[in-house]
């Protein structure tokens, strides 16, 4: 999995490559030590790049999942306006 940027915010890591102003979100992590959160509220922007997407291009051949480390106890996840593409498995692996 290879990642351009890592942004924290709310004790979560996104991990997003970007074009231009745009970002997307490859994948979340857990801060060490931080509870897994039942709301999971995605920033419209990380370290100034605007979130317009949430997956991974081929991720089906790459078993990458954007929510799976904090899939297990989270009930709810809020996408800003922003978000306009979802790629294949963004919302996979959630119970």
Known sequence: MIMDKKATVDNLQYYYDTVGEYARINYIMIEDDADIPEVIIIPEELD???VVAI???GSRE???YTFE????GL???VVP???VKLYFGAFSHLY
């Open 48 to 50: 100034g790049y605007l």
């Open 55 to 57: 997956g991974n291009e």
């Open 62 to 64: 790459t078993e990458v």
């Open 69 to 72: 480390q904090v899939a297990t």
């Open 75 to 77: 009930k709810e996840i």
């Open 81 to 83: 306006d922003t978000v």
